[in-house]
């Protein structure tokens, strides 16, 4: 007998057979990010809803910004025994990397985090022109 697929999965089969899949889109959903180009900088806003300044960090490696933000909670209801009617723990991690180019520094970017809103501003950097070397041997004569 043939059965519509519908019937043969649950919800959740999709989240546990392919969970990397449900994780990239939650913590895209969580720092999402807009680019603007203006004049001689970028100016990148990233939304980071529900985590304050200490939780954020931003870091500047190899030419890669990397933006991540870590947030723990607990929420604890105890009846007048002590006893726990409900306990819960959050600990999220999300973290992002956008390459800015090995010639902006540290000291280039500014930032500012306000709101639950994180503000960057790079400059735009082109690459220093190359000298060429040439190794001439001098001729006498």
Same mark, same amino acid.
């Given at each position: !007998?043939?059965?519509? @697929? =519908?019937?043969? *999965? $649950?919800?959740?089969?999709?989240?546990? @057979?392919?969970? /990397?899949?449900?994780?990239?889109?939650? $913590?895209?959903?969580? !720092?999402?990010?807009?680019?603007?180009?203006? &004049?001689? #900088?970028?100016?990148?806003? !990233? /939304?980071?809803?529900?985590?304050?300044?200490?939780?954020?960090?931003? *870091?500047?490696?190899? &030419?890669?910004?990397?933006?991540?933000? $870590?947030?723990?909670?607990?929420?604890? %209801?105890?009846? +007048?025994?002590?006893?726990?009617?409900?306990? +819960?723990?959050?600990? &999220?991690? #999300?973290? @992002?990397?956008?390459?800015?180019?090995?010639?902006?520094?540290?000291?280039?970017?500014?930032?500012?985090? *306000? %709101?639950?809103?994180?503000?960057? $501003?790079?400059?735009?950097?082109?690459?220093?022109?190359?000298? /060429?070397?040439?190794?001439? =041997?001098? =001729? /006498?004569?």
């Amino acid at each position: !007998m043939l059965v519509p @697929r =519908i019937f043969e *999965e $649950t919800l959740l089969d999709d989240f546990v @057979r392919f969970p /990397e899949r449900n994780v990239q889109r939650s $913590t895209a959903s969580l !720092m999402e990010t807009d680019i603007e180009e203006k &004049g001689d #900088c970028y100016i990148l806003t !990233m /939304e980071l809803a529900g985590y304050s300044k200490k939780d954020v960090k931003a *870091e500047l490696k190899d &030419g890669n910004l990397i933006i991540q933000a $870590t947030r723990e909670a607990t929420n604890e %209801d105890k009846d +007048e025994n002590g006893k726990y009617l409900r306990r +819960e723990r959050f600990y &999220g991690n #999300c973290r @992002r990397n956008f390459y800015v180019g090995k010639d902006v520094e540290q000291k280039d970017i500014s930032a500012k985090f *306000e %709101d639950g809103v994180l503000t960057l $501003t790079i400059p735009k950097k082109s690459p220093a022109p190359k000298v /060429e070397n040439t190794n001439y =041997i001098s =001729i /006498e004569g």
